[in-house]
Structures are given as structure tokens and as C-alpha cells.
């Protein structure tokens, strides 16, 4: 089937927002130029559908009917297997809906989404399911995978298994509750900002971030490429390092990774042999603004323990880890602007397996649900625009020139140090706000768990949450930071520390 052709207003609209100035005539020799060079376009349609065009196979799914959701953790339910005899046969897995499982509806937490089917599985997905793993269903997360909090999905709020009044974090925030309250002992998240470690930590499990690059991302509703992860969400550090194990290496399909992108055996890795490995206590991720004292206390004191097992524990600063928040922040928004908003999701100019079907989706939908975007997408996307149109981009331009001295601070802090460690979250679960996901007074709410964690995510560190302890009867969480593509010895101090607690506690 042909493509649309532009109308002369779509001409004159295209040069307006060039700066072209077409008379009549130009304008009409412009759109013949135009309309010959759609006829390409018209090839690549037909050789696409011939040769490309993915075609979706049936799985049986349902959505969850009143009462059968109290967490309202679950988008869709399902029982997906491959039959495969793997290292995760027969364990339920929650894959966040961000994640495409083909046959299933995807809703990325947003009506801007709803509706979408994928037709293909995300790379996750089929590791998983070769790995003989049970695909349960999809897990709720925030409106585009945008808020630390869990109160912006199109579906309603996500709460807290330790107490329903609370929010469970975000965006990973149906994950996170699914595996707290035992639904399943596995779940997928991701992670831009914080979005796997921020609910882990207030839900009391385990959320690993891997290296970027590490795990592929295709497949995903990405945001923007240099800060997009996928990784495990478990009860256990073993199981965390399970899934990685699954989850890790090249596609081949996905411009995030390397090609010398390490496949090792994660879980073989937890030896417990961790004497004389050194513990960093990362002063500035201590005593932030609205910190509660007695989560930073807690963590101070959860990671003296690993005196008990031969570690030596000491503190360091790295001065650029205040100002890392403000690098992010700029990153974030006009890179989510320029791609997630005005690229469809994808963008243009990498190599990688792109989802046509799912642009054009998005492309059409985000301009009729608009007004039903959460506060959190609109502020990013009025700030992106201005920083992109007014700004020129220039802001994200000197973000990204400073990257190499903030990854460096971190660098050299790990070079002193195997480990650095901080609160996940400087706090617990607040209560869940009351209004509506589009009030922008809300905001702070949604913003504020980011802190610590979001820093990560443009430097590209592994960094996992375990729970510390309980303050006031909730969840609090420890974060362990370590050298890129060094997943292994961050996932051995994590499962040390779980064995010196004697595992973690549960609901």
C-alpha cells in the first residue's frame, strides 16, 4: 500500500519549521521532489511486508477482574511456557509492561500506548522462555516508565504489600509488589532512573541494575538509549544472579551493547568468599536532602557488618555525586524528549532492531491521549522542548561532555574501594498521594527517591538494592555499587550480606 502524500500545507508547514521561504511555484516543484522520492518509501513498505513484517502468534492472556488485583500489580495475567528444561524451568516470571511478550497487550502505563499488540518478543522474553521459565503475565508500571513513585499508571496505583495505604515505587512498581507478596518469586524491570532498585528498596526485595549494555534492550519502550537497563527483580540474591545469568550478552540486535559484552555464570559467582574485599561507605549518598536519619543510620550500620565476614568498611567522598542529579536531570529530559516523545520511542540513527509497528502506535496515540499523560511526562516533554528548540540542544550537549569526569569520580572511588555503598532510597514508602496522575502539585511526590540511584544510570555502574532493615515496619534498602561489567563482585558482597542476615525479611 502506498504512503500518504503531503498536501501543499504539509509542505508549507515542513519549510516553515525549516526556515524555507517557497513562493507558489517553488512550494509546487518542492512537493512533485517530494511525492518522487515517496515512491521509495512505497518499495520499502512492500519489501517490509514481504520479507520483515513479524507476525504475532496467539497465547491465551486475561485481565484481572475486581478483587483478583488488590495491589493492582497486575495488568494482564497469562501462562506462557516454552516446555524447555532450563535453569529456571517451571518459575513464574512478571515481565513489566514495557516489555513486549508477543500476543499480549502492552500498555507501558500510559493510554498513549493502550491498545498496542506486539508481534515479537522482547530479547528478555525469549530467554527467559529458553530458559524454561513460566511467563505469568505483565506487571503494572508508571505512566511511560517515568516516576519514582507508584501513583501515575493509566490503570490506577500500585500498593505496597507492607502497607496498602503506601506506594510501592516506581516504575517498576508492579514487579516489585508482585514478588513482595510472594504472586512470583521473578520478576523484570527497568531501569532509567532508578525504576528497578527504587521499588525493590521500598518493598523489601531485590533489584539488580546491571551494567548498561550488559543485558539487551531490545524490545523495550525505551527512553532514552544511554540510560535504558533491564534487570531482575527476586526475593534472593541468588535468584538475581540466576536471572542475569539468563539474561546477559549480546543480541546482536541492540545498539546499547558491545560486542565484547562478557557471558558468564553469575550464580556460580556467589561463593561467599568475600574476606578482604573493601566495603565504601559513599559519604554524600548519606544525609541527602530529606534523608530520614534513621535509614541512613540503618544502612551505616548494615554495612559495618561486613567486618563480621574479613571485609574492611570505610568511608569515602565523591564530591560529584551531589551534582550528578542535576547531569542526569538534563539527560533524561531531552534525551526523553528528542526520543521517547518526538523519536516515537526509538528515534533514528543506530543500528538495531526497530518496532515500525509500535512508532506508528505511539505516534498516533500520544497526540489523541495527551491530556491524559501524567504530570511527570508533561513536565519532561515542555522543559525537552524548550531545552531542545530554545536551548538547542546544547544543554544535553555539555551534559554528556561532563559524563566522563563523573564516571571517573566513581572510577577512581572504586579503584580505591571494590564496593560503594548508600541508602537506595534515603527513605521509605510515603502514602500514597490522592488525586489525579495529571496534577502537577504532585510531582515532588513522583521526582524525589532519585537521588542516589539515577547517577548510575547515565554512568552506566552496576548497582543492586537489598533490603537493610525495617524502619517503622517498612522496607528500607541498601545500594551496592562496583566496577562496570563488574556484576559478579557486586552480586557476591550483596549475597554475603544476605547470609550474614540470614536472609531477608518478608511480609
Given at each position: 500500500?502506498?504512503?500518504?502524500?503531503?498536501?501543499?500545507?504539509?509542505?508549507?508547514?515542513?519549510?516553515?519549521?525549516?526556515?524555507?521561504?517557497?513562493?507558489?511555484?517553488?512550494?509546487q516543484r518542492y512537493r512533485a521532489a517530494v511525492e518522487h522520492t515517496l515512491r521509495s518509501y512505497d518499495v520499502v513498505d512492500e519489501l517490509y511486508d514481504e520479507v520483515a513484517r513479524p507476525q504475532a502468534p496467539e497465547r491465551g492472556y486475561r485481565f484481572p477482574q475486581p478483587g483478583e488485583n488488590p495491589l493492582g500489580a497486575w495488568y494482564v495475567t497469562a501462562e506462557i511456557a516454552s516446555g524447555a528444561d532450563g535453569p529456571l524451568a517451571r518459575r513464574a516470571v512478571a515481565i513489566k509492561d514495557n516489555i513486549a511478550v508477543a500476543g499480549i497487550p502492552m500498555m507501558n502505563g500510559s493510554r498513549a500506548v493502550q491498545g498496542f499488540v506486539p508481534s515479537r518478543d522482547a530479547t528478555v522474553v525469549e530467554r527467559l522462555l529458553a530458559a524454561g521459565a513460566i511467563v505469568a503475565g505483565k506487571s503494572v508500571c508508571e505512566d511511560m516508565c517515568c516516576s519514582g513513585s507508584s501513583f501515575t499508571s493509566a490503570t490506577g496505583p500500585v500498593r505496597n504489600p507492607w502497607d496498602p495505604t503506601r506506594e510501592a515505587g516506581g516504575s517498576s512498581s508492579g514487579s516489585a509488589a508482585l514478588v513482595a507478596a510472594g504472586e512470583v518469586e521473578l520478576a523484570l524491570g527497568g531501569d532509567q532512573g532508578g525504576s528497578v532498585r527504587i521499588p525493590a528498596a521500598l518493598c523489601g526485595i531485590v533489584g539488580h541494575?546491571?551494567?548498561?549494555?550488559?543485558?539487551?534492550?531490545?524490545?523495550?519502550?525505551?527512553?532514552?538509549?544511554?540510560?535504558?537497563?533491564?534487570?531482575?527483580?527476586?526475593?534472593?540474591?541468588?535468584?538475581?544472579?540466576?536471572?542475569?545469568?539468563?539474561?546477559?550478552?549480546?543480541?546482536?540486535?541492540?545498539?546499547?551493547?558491545?560486542?565484547?559484552?562478557?557471558?558468564?555464570?553469575?550464580?556460580?559467582?556467589?561463593?561467599?568468599?568475600?574476606?578482604?574485599?573493601?566495603?565504601?561507605?559513599?559519604a554524600e549518598g548519606f544525609g541527602q536532602s530529606g534523608s530520614r536519619p534513621e535509614v541512613d543510620e540503618l544502612v551505616r550500620s548494615a554495612a559495618q557488618r561486613f567486618?563480621?565476614?574479613?571485609?574492611?568498611?570505610?568511608?569515602?567522598?565523591?564530591?560529584?555525586?551531589?551534582?550528578?542529579?542535576?547531569?542526569?536531570?538534563v539527560i533524561f529530559t531531552d534525551g526523553a524528549s528528542y526520543q521517547m516523545l518526538d523519536g516515537n520511542g526509538y528515534g533514528l540513527g543506530v543500528d538495531g532492531l526497530y518496532d515500525p509497528e509500535l512508532m506508528a502506535h505511539f505516534a498516533r496515540?500520544?497526540?489523541?491521549?495527551?491530556?491524559?499523560?501524567?504530570?511527570?511526562?508533561?513536565?519532561?516533554?515542555?522543559?525537552?522542548?524548550?531545552?531542545?528548540?530554545?536551548?538547542?540542544?546544547?544543554?544535553?550537549?555539555?551534559?554528556?561532555?561532563?559524563?566522563?569526569?563523573?564516571?571517573?569520580?566513581?572510577?577512581?572511588?572504586?579503584?580505591?574501594?571494590?564496593?560503594l555503598v548508600m541508602p537506595t532510597v534515603p527513605g521509605t514508602a510515603d502514602t500514597l498521594p490522592t488525586g489525579s496522575p495529571q496534577d502537577v502539585t504532585l510531582l515532588a511526590n513522583a521526582r524525589g527517591k532519585a537521588v542516589n540511584t539515577a547517577p548510575l544510570d547515565i554512568t552506566g555502574h552496576p548497582a543492586i538494592s537489598v533490603p537493610a532493615g525495617l524502619v517503622d515496619g517498612l522496607p528500607a534498602g541498601?545500594?551496592?555499587?562496583?566496577?562496570?561489567?563488574?556484576?559478579?563482585?557486586?552480586?557476591k558482597v550483596a549475597d554475603a550480606f544476605e547470609s550474614l542476615c540470614g536472609g531477608f525479611p518478608t511480609i
Open positions: 500500500m502506498a504512503v500518504s502524500r503531503p498536501s501543499a500545507a504539509d509542505i508549507d508547514a515542513a519549510a516553515a519549521h525549516f526556515g524555507f521561504h517557497l513562493d507558489i511555484e517553488a512550494q541494575k546491571p551494567t548498561h549494555g550488559l543485558v539487551p534492550y531490545t524490545g523495550a519502550f525505551p527512553i532514552e538509549r544511554t540510560i535504558d537497563h533491564l534487570g531482575p527483580m527476586t526475593r534472593t540474591v541468588a535468584d538475581a544472579a540466576l536471572m542475569l545469568t539468563v539474561l546477559a550478552g549480546p543480541d546482536g540486535r541492540d545498539p546499547r551493547q558491545r560486542g565484547d559484552v562478557p557471558v558468564i555464570d553469575y550464580r556460580a559467582g556467589l561463593t561467599g568468599e568475600v574476606a578482604g574485599l573493601r566495603v565504601g561507605l559513599l567486618t563480621e565476614i574479613g571485609c574492611t568498611v570505610g568511608e569515602i567522598s565523591v564530591p560529584w555525586h551531589r551534582n550528578a542529579i542535576h547531569v542526569f536531570t496515540q500520544r497526540l489523541a491521549q495527551a491530556d491524559q499523560f501524567a504530570s511527570t511526562i508533561r513536565a519532561t516533554a515542555l522543559c525537552g522542548h524548550y531545552g531542545l528548540r530554545t536551548l538547542c540542544g546544547a544543554s544535553y550537549a555539555k551534559a554528556r561532555n561532563l559524563l566522563p569526569y563523573l564516571r571517573a569520580a566513581y572510577d577512581d572511588a572504586l579503584d580505591r574501594y571494590d564496593v541498601m545500594m551496592i555499587v562496583g566496577k562496570r561489567f563488574d556484576d559478579a563482585t557486586v552480586l
